[in-house]
């Protein structure tokens, strides 16, 4: 099972919104509602942002929402701030009980 | 307040074998699903295996590249899960989380367990 393609990097400044993509297939991504986003600043443990394409689970700030096209679901962060500087991966169900991640983003606040 | 600890990472020769723990608490572990997901240094996050709960059969699913080497269990009396890994190989170097697994995402990810396969 391939990974998910994410951009390497992706930049805004303070205020601004960026949005990041997660392009998969009709096998995972665009075949099921069960994509997911996780945000990782350097030495800690991954932590869910957005959960079913567009759930915030609660605590996540609504600066960040999902959404999904075809085979394509996106993160974006809106009202930038400093703290969001972090990596951020897309995972998607890709059926037969397999789940596949992006590769991940690194999100630069200038 | 839901946690899960990983433990036993360590440095192992290739070939070699260790089981890593997560132990859960703040929830009710018996109904729930759980993954092991890897991070190899400087690298992106890779689903390894997945286990269901004993309500929900209890099967168990791997990742290609772990597949017959790797075991994901589970001890409900003790809330704690389990990776069992053999025929370990330098590309097994990784951090391990074990992560609550519900509705397609992982919900809470514990702090990791560092596996070092060198020689």
């Known amino acids: 099972q391939s990974a998910l393609t994410q951009p390497p990097s992706a930049s805004g400044s303070p205020g601004q919104s960026v949005t990041i993509s997660c392009t998969g297939t009709s096998s995972d991504v665009g075949g099921y509602n069960y994509v997911s986003w996780y945000q990782q600043h350097p030495g800690k443990a991954p932590k869910l942002m957005i959960s079913?394409?567009?759930k915030r689970p609660s605590g996540v700030p609504d600066r960040f929402s999902g959404s999904k096209s075809g085979n394509t679901a996106s993160l974006t962060v809106s009202g930038l701030q400093a703290e969001d500087e972090a990596d951020y991966y897309c995972s998607s169900y890709a059926g037969s009980n397999i789940l596949v991640f992006g590769g991940g983003t690194k999100l630069t606040v200038l | 307040e839901v946690q899960v600890v990983e433990s036993g990472g360590d440095l192992v020769e290739p070939g070699g074998s260790l089981r890593l723990s997560c132990a859960a608490s703040g929830f009710t572990f018996t109904n729930a699903w759980m993954n092991w997901v890897r991070q190899a240094p400087g690298k992106g996050l890779e689903w390894v295996a997945r286990?269901?709960?004993?309500?929900?059969?209890?099967?168990?699913d791997y990742a290609a590249p772990v597949k017959g080497r790797f075991i994901i269990s589970r001890d409900d009396s003790r809330n704690t899960l389990y990776l069992q890994m053999n025929s370990l190989k330098t590309e097994d170097t990784a951090v391990y989380y074990c992560?609550?697994?519900?509705?397609?995402?992982?919900?809470?990810w514990g702090q990791g367990s560092l596996v070092i396969v060198s020689s």
């Open positions: 079913e394409v567009s």
């Open positions: 992560a609550l697994y519900s509705y397609g995402a992982n919900t809470y």
């Open positions: 286990i269901k709960s004993k309500t929900d059969g209890g099967t168990t």
